[in-house]
T-cell receptor, first 113, second 112 residues
Framework: DAKTTQPTSMDCAEGRAANLPCNHSTISGNEYVYWYRQIHSQGPQYIIHGLKNNETNEMASLIITEDRKSSTLILPHATLRDTAVYYC??????????????FGKGTRLSVIA | ETGVTQTPRHLVMGMTNKKSLKCEQHLGHNAMYWYKQSAKKPLELMFV???????ENNSVPSRFSPECPNSSHLFLHLHTLQPEDSALYLCASSPDRVETQYFGPGTRLLVL
């Protein structure tokens, strides 16, 4: 049970922002929102994660709603190399040890020239 | 380049063969993982090692045997596999308390 809901697929024009939504309405207070992506036939690549504040790094921005029931991953200027399956995952972080990543089906993003 | 390497990248084996997959991480992480990704299925966690000790076995058949001789290396020994075991096998590692996982490129396995 991946605990998240994402659209199956999305298209985005090259150079435009790609906004990938994720619903996680049953998220617990100590669960983080993680995003990974997987380019065809490669291993998943970590993108970003956050708890409740918006986060930004060199790859993307993560916007989490105030009630934390949904989030959006933003790729500000999508390129053809961003074509991949994007996974939104919620998981606990803490001193009790590692908790596994549970991957759902993700969103297949196609960036179109 | 994530700092996690896997060899071989591709492997074809018969059902009676014995082979091993190797994973090495150069990140100083203490936890390592094996995942399986079959066609059109989500990634499935197989094994977790933390400080060389196995902490999780996700009901994986005994024909898959993991080995973790040290925190930098992880093996998956394969014996009498079935065609349905054909998949992409992914290794990942993470620091001890901070659990962001970094994945290797995977080994694409075909069992004939």
């Amino acid at each position: 049970d991946a605990k998240t809901t994402q659209p199956t697929s999305m298209d985005c024009a090259e150079g435009r922002a790609a906004n990938l939504p994720c619903n996680h309405s049953t998220i617990s207070g100590n669960e983080y929102v993680y995003w990974y992506r997987q380019i065809h036939s490669q291993g998943p690549q970590y993108i970003i994660h956050g708890l409740k504040n918006n986060e930004t790094n060199e790859m993307a921005s993560l916007i989490i709603t105030e009630d934390r029931k949904s989030s959006t991953l933003i790729l500000p200027h999508a390129t053809l190399r961003d074509t991949a399956v994007y996974y939104c995952i919620v998981r606990v972080l803490g001193n009790s040890g590692n908790t596994p990543l549970v991957f759902g089906k993700g969103t297949r993003l196609s960036v179109i020239a | 380049e994530t700092g996690v390497t896997q060899t071989p990248r591709h492997l074809v084996m018969g059902m009676t063969n014995k082979k091993s997959l190797k994973c090495e991480q150069h990140l100083g992480h203490n936890a390592m993982y094996w995942y399986k990704q079959s066609a059109k299925k989500p990634l499935e966690l197989m094994f977790v090692y933390n400080f060389k000790e196995q902490t999780e076995n996700n009901s994986v058949p005994s024909r898959f045997s993991p080995e973790c001789p040290n925190s930098s290396h992880l093996f998956l020994h394969l014996h009498t596999l079935q065609p349905e075991d054909s998949a992409l096998y992914l290794c990942a590692s993470s620091p001890d308390r901070v659990e962001t996982q970094y994945f290797g490129p995977g080994t694409r396995l075909l069992v004939l």
